[in-house]
């Protein structure tokens, strides 16, 4: 299977404890992006990665969250002293250099915080 | 800042109906994006639009670039059971080259 895959699936955490997600991208894609999902709502954008290189966070990201792609190829996400509202799904995308915004999703890491 | 209004919410469908709903916009989109997603999983790209008045097809689904360039539209034709799903449009905002902005989704449920 080569498409983009996340880890874990499914996440329990209690208020206050760290999670760290982790997203496999497509082999030839150079640009990874962190979504959150919430029920009933389109995902909302979180960060963007062109490579190793983080270009872009959305005002979302707060000072607890952090994500990082060290060699350009997989990402990971982490939350610190997790909140009931941090309670979602994460989404991890890819996409090749062209076209620039076809994005292909991984399956998500659904956050439950008790 | 720009936002992606998606109608209906949700239709309820019988097997074999065409189905059409769309997504508009205050300001303009330079790219139109639909995806599907199924309970549990990641959305899935189904079609991409690049050009105002663009008709594209990936089999019984067509989805069209609006010419005012702030509205598409996306067809099913003879729906059946595994169309069942929420379809979101999606598109670049005018002041990021990377990330998408998203309709709150068309949910559509199969009638018993």
């Known amino acids: 299977d080569t498409g983009v895959s996340q880890n874990p699936r499914h996440k329990i955490t209690k208020r206050g404890q760290n999670v760290t997600f982790r997203c496999d991208p497509i082999s030839e894609h150079n640009r990874l992006y962190w979504y959150r999902q919430t029920l009933g709502q389109g995902p909302e954008f979180l960060t963007y990665f062109q490579n190793e290189a983080q270009l872009e966070k959305s005002r979302l990201l707060s000072d607890r969250f952090s994500a990082e792609r060290p060699k350009g190829s997989f990402s990971t996400l982490e939350i610190q002293r997790t909140e009931q509202g941090d309670s979602a799904m994460y989404l991890c995308?890819?996409?090749?250099?062209?076209?620039?915004?076809?994005?292909?999703f991984g399956p998500g890491t659904r956050l439950t915080v008790t | 800042g720009q936002q992606l209004n998606q109608s209906p919410q949700s239709m309820f469908i019988q097997e074999g109906e065409d189905v059409s709903m769309n997504c508009t916009s205050s300001?303009?989109?330079?790219?139109w994006l639909w995806y599907k997603q199924d309970p549990g999983e990641g959305p899935v790209l189904l079609i991409a639009?690049?050009?105002a008045g663009e008709l594209t097809s990936n089999g019984r689904l067509t989805a069209q670039f609006g010419i005012t360039r702030k509205d598409s539209f996306l067809n099913i034709s003879a729906s059946i059971p595994s169309d069942v799903g929420i379809y979101f449009c999606?598109?670049?905002?005018?002041?990021?080259?990377?990330?998408?902005?998203w309709g709150a989704g068309t949910k559509l449920i199969i009638k018993p």
């Open positions: 300001s303009i989109f330079n790219t």
């Open positions: 999606a598109g670049p905002p005018m002041d990021s080259n990377y990330q998408l902005i």
């Open positions: 995308a890819s996409s090749p250099p062209i076209p620039l915004y076809e994005q292909y």
């Open positions: 639009l690049y050009k």
